[in-house]
């Protein structure tokens, strides 16, 4: 069977190419007469994979020398509680909430420091982002936390809040590397790798340096960020073959024209996708228009009772993956950077059929 276009929200489909790469390189690497992942991560074959793949995203994400890029492991999730326990013990932590994403990284950090909700679009139903003049921040806080692209309810943020002095911390999970942005803006990025980088499990991690000094001594060195730093990412043995691949994600990435060439592609898709659903009068996206995902379009069928044969007929058209998250339902449809606009041309001219065969 051939491959489809693979609407998954994570793990996501990855640059055909990359694939076709590791396959070529996956029984010896060049000249190691071993395979990528039987080889010594502290060999110096490795290091330089480990150290390009550093530098090039440096480059691709323009990260300031007074950053630390970490490649941990644990996924995202690891990282809602890390933070905190790096960053906050005991102290105040305001969360911004626009999804089921940041509830969870706010309720792991509970028995760490003293969570405060300082804004959040629940009560709508999570299909925005709460006005800005409303949040309640505290500048005692630790940090600040948002999740600028929420990926089951696909509301994104299309700015970088000011939050003043106090230091911004972004679960960029389903985001990452779609768009440029101003990382001296943030104090952590952190981001799990199976979206926008490669296999799940690996975590990147962009601190700033003034944060590392604020990590307790006594914290287990497997916790501790600044421990990690030190250790160049390897305290324990890393994921060498997710940062391999997460590499040759980066290549591709510089070689497709870097982050910008990605946020045209990422508009000019996500456009494609929301202009016909509106127009559409059948399908419908609940999300207010300011706060719409690039990566993730939820949408719903005029009739639900539909919604399997949709998934069902799709799948036969090679398209795959589009049934929603089980807390929302409906469908979605992500369309991170591996995505090709075909894929949404497909999705679009087979969601038109539908409509037309069943509406
Ligand atoms: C925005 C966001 N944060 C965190 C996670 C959790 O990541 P992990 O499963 O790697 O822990 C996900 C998973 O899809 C996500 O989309």
Do not use: C
Request: proline share 5%; no cysteine.
């Amino acid at each position: 069977m051939a491959r489809a276009f693979n609407f998954s929200p994570g793990p996501a489909a990855l640059p055909e190419t990359v694939l076709e790469q590791a396959r070529r390189e996956l029984l010896e690497w060049r000249g190691e007469r071993a395979s990528v992942i039987e080889i010594s991560h502290r060999g110096k074959a490795f290091m330089a994979i480990a150290e390009a793949a550093e530098r090039d995203l440096r480059e691709l994400m323009a990260i300031p020398a007074n950053y630390r890029v970490l490649f941990l492991q644990g996924g995202a999730t690891q990282h809602f509680a890390q933070i905190p326990m790096n960053i906050a013990r005991g102290r105040k932590a305001d969360y911004v909430l626009t999804g089921a994403w940041g509830e969870k990284a706010a309720k792991e950090a509970k028995s760490l420091a003293e969570v405060r909700i300082a804004a959040s679009s629940a009560a709508d139903g999570y299909f925005g982002i709460p006005p800005r003049d409303g949040w309640d921040l505290d500048p005692e806080a630790a940090y600040v936390h948002v999740t600028p692209n929420e990926t089951i309810g696909g509301v994104e943020f299309h700015d970088t809040p000011d939050v003043g002095d106090v230091p911004l911390v972004a679960d960029m999970s389903s985001n990452i590397l779609s768009r440029p942005i101003d990382v001296s803006r943030y104090g952590i990025i952190y981001a799990g790798a199976q979206k926008n980088i490669g296999p799940s499990g690996l975590v990147i991690v962009i601190i700033r340096d003034d944060l590392l000094e604020r990590i307790p001594k006594d914290l287990p060195a497997i916790f501790s960020y600044a421990a990690h730093a030190k250790e160049g990412s390897m305290l324990n043995t890393p994921n060498t073959f997710a940062w391999y691949l997460a590499g040759l994600v980066f290549q591709w990435l510089k070689a497709e024209g870097g982050v910008a060439a990605m946020a045209a592609r990422n508009a000019a898709k996500a456009a494609l996708l929301y202009d016909y659903i509106d127009a559409s009068g059948w399908y419908t996206n609940p999300v207010e228009r300011a706060s719409r995902s690039r990566m993730n379009v939820p949408f719903r069928l005029a009739d639900a009772a539909l919604d399997d044969v949709f998934v069902k007929e799709a799948e036969a058209a090679g398209l795959m993956a589009l049934k929603g998250h089980r807390s929302v339902g409906g469908m979605r449809a992500s369309i991170y950077n591996a995505m090709p606009i075909a894929g949404v041309e497909a999705l679009v001219a087979f969601m038109r059929d539908f409509a037309a065969r069943h509406g």
